[in-house]
């Protein structure tokens, strides 16, 4: 009466374990335009960024702001129609992005903050070591202005035509006053941050002597506190006052977030090449008309990034469209002008690692991982069969259902969560083959010790699978959570690892719940079953008989 029972109860296993598979391969056939998983960059090529997020109070930043710069990266990567980059965060702090084929370039700027600030001029010094002091900025004509010299810094001015839109000229090489003067044929070289830095308060000298703008280092843009910057080129030292209508009642900080477009265009009227255009939103806009007709003659800052873009002389109220000129060729003109149309990131981002690999390396170590996973399974195959012979079978059909399941579900997860497949996680798959294996192997053992102890082949199975289920359980339970506290620590490669091997160890379950245990159940039926040609169990039991007749 029992063998009737226990083949209905294999039965129904199977039939889930069927139904399972069908739907699985249903949503893989019948869904999506794509029949393989997702291959991460590392093994087809392309470049991956990861990016460290950083605030001002050293805190860990919020959700919020960590999806809002998530997004604007994202914006940023269409508009430069990048096909097939993803931006996903990581953690709680690192956003990655990864970029096919020979972007890679492309992909290390997408990540800088592109944060545009306009902040008053208090002080300018060159850095030691610099013996010509900054170009003479043209003289403030706010009706007429005259050209600008060769090499002389940008200016802010008017149109002279009162029909066009006043615009400011901004180029890389600052425009400043008081400007710093060169030090005399036999002067002393000063020294002391106060020789070097004349007329900085103590706090400013603080800033100022901590700035080390040779290794073009940035500083934490605090908006409403003064700061020491650099200029671009490394050249000078900047005190900045806080952002203009910062802080003023009914006045709209003067930043990035201020501007509505941004667009690159080429300069044919006044011959000054590539140069980008800023339109600023109306309170924006409103501040920064207020703040030039009240400050003619005056320097600003343009910042971004917490660097000195330009520092020119404000001619005349600007009431319409800013124009920053430059040194741009069109590709720098162009990056710019994406990364303020898309809008400043709400966090400060460090580059923590940038790796790149060409599709032909990328393939390579595809191959290798696939050949080292190959080595591994044959390892097992021809460990079982040696040592538990005809149950060394069930070993491998075993494999094989849980080989077609993990190919399955990576198809699912790569169209629907947008998971890729590394090299790492290759490399998880390898590691969980032999706790797979482990779960085989606490099975098998278990039903030797209850054949040792004199009991057949089908009273043995199910005394065997009780016992055993508690250490699989045991084991893979430990092996989950170990991924899971890797997966949610981790970030990069060895986030991928843990990823496939928490998979594998479900699936381990699936497999010797809802395939292995069936299987042997049925086969305990035979009447051959504890042969010890067929399973090798005949043999364990004998081994008890000779002791017993020798002692």
């Keep these: 009466m029992a063998a009737p029972q226990a083949q209905l109860r294999a039965g129904r296993y199977f039939l889930a374990l069927l139904v399972l598979v069908t739907l699985l391969y249903g949503l893989v056939f019948l869904t999506g335009s794509t029949r393989t998983p997702k291959l991460g960059l590392d093994l087809r090529g ?22 809002t710069a998530r997004e604007i990266i994202q914006s940023r990567v269409n508009g430069r129609g990048i096909a097939s980059a993803e931006v996903v965060i990581e953690g709680t702090s690192n956003i990655v992005i990864s970029v096919p084929g ?4 492309q992909a290390k700027q997408l990540g800088s903050t592109a944060l545009l600030r306009f902040r008053p001029v208090l002080q300018v010094f060159p850095v030691a070591g610099v013996t010509s002091p900054p170009p ?22 008017p ?21 710093p003067t060169p030090a005399s044929s036999g002067s002393p070289v000063p020294t002391s941050p106060e020789q070097l830095y004349p007329g900085a308060t103590p706090d400013q000298l603080r800033m100022l002597t901590g700035l080390n703008c040779k290794a073009q280092q940035a500083v934490i843009d605090n908006p409403a ?46 011959l000054q090449g590539w140069v980008v255009l800023l339109d600023f939103r109306s309170a924006g806009q409103t501040t920064w008309a207020e703040y030039t007709a009240a400050n003619v003659g005056k320097n600003v800052a343009f910042t971004l990034d917490g660097k000195v873009v330009s520092a020119p002389t404000i001619q005349g109220a600007i009431n319409g469209q800013t124009q920053i000129t430059g040194n741009f060729d069109e590709s720098s003109a162009k990056d710019l002008a994406n990364s303020l149309k898309y ?48 149950l060394g079978l069930v070993t491998i059909t075993s494999l094989l259902v849980s080989g077609m399941l993990t190919y399955a579900g990576l198809v699912l997860l790569g169209r629907q969560i947008g998971f890729t497949l590394t090299l790492a996680g290759i490399a998880g798959f390898i590691v969980a083959v032999g706790i797979t294996a482990d779960s085989f192997v606490v099975f098998f053992e278990r039903l030797k010790d209850e054949v040792r102890e004199g009991r057949t082949g089908r009273s043995a199975v199910p005394r065997a699978w009780v016992r055993a289920r508690r250490t699989i359980l045991s084991a893979d339970a430990v092996s989950f959570l170990a991924a899971a506290v890797l997966y949610v620590t981790a970030a990069g490669d060895v986030k991928g690892f843990a990823f496939t091997l928490g998979l594998s160890t479900i699936l381990d379950l699936v497999v010797v719940f809802l395939f292995t245990h069936p299987l042997i159940a049925v086969a305990s039926r035979r009447a051959n079953f504890t042969s010890g040609r067929v399973s090798g169990l005949g043999a364990v039991r004998r081994k008890p008989a000779a002791a017993a007749v020798t002692g």
């Design 46 to 67: 392309g470049t991956t960024v990861t990016l460290v997020a950083k605030t001002s109070d050293g805190k860990t930043p919020g959700s919020d702001a960590m999806n």
């Design 102 to 105: 020979d972007n890679g370039e």
């Design 136 to 157: 003479t900025p043209s003289a403030p004509t706010p009706s007429a202005p005259s050209p600008t010299a060769s090499g002389a810094a940008g200016t802010a001015t």
């Design 159 to 179: 149109r002279p035509t009162p029909s066009v839109t006043p615009k400011t000229s901004v180029t890389p090489k600052v425009s400043v006053s008081p400007k």
């Design 225 to 270: 506190q003064e700061i020491a910057a650099c200029s671009t080129d490394g050249l000078y030292k900047y005190v900045l006052d806080k952002v203009i209508g910062e802080g003023v009642p009914g006045k709209t900080p003067l930043e990035g977030t201020q501007i509505a477009n941004a667009q690159a265009q080429y300069d044919t009227q006044n």
């Design 343 to 390: 809008g400043a990131l709400p966090l400060a981002f460090t580059q923590a690692n940038a790796q790149t690999v060409s599709p032909t390396l990328g393939t390579d170590q595809m191959r290798a991982g696939l050949l080292a996973g190959g080595i591994g399974l044959l390892l097992v195959v021809i460990y079982t069969l040696l040592y538990y012979r005809a």
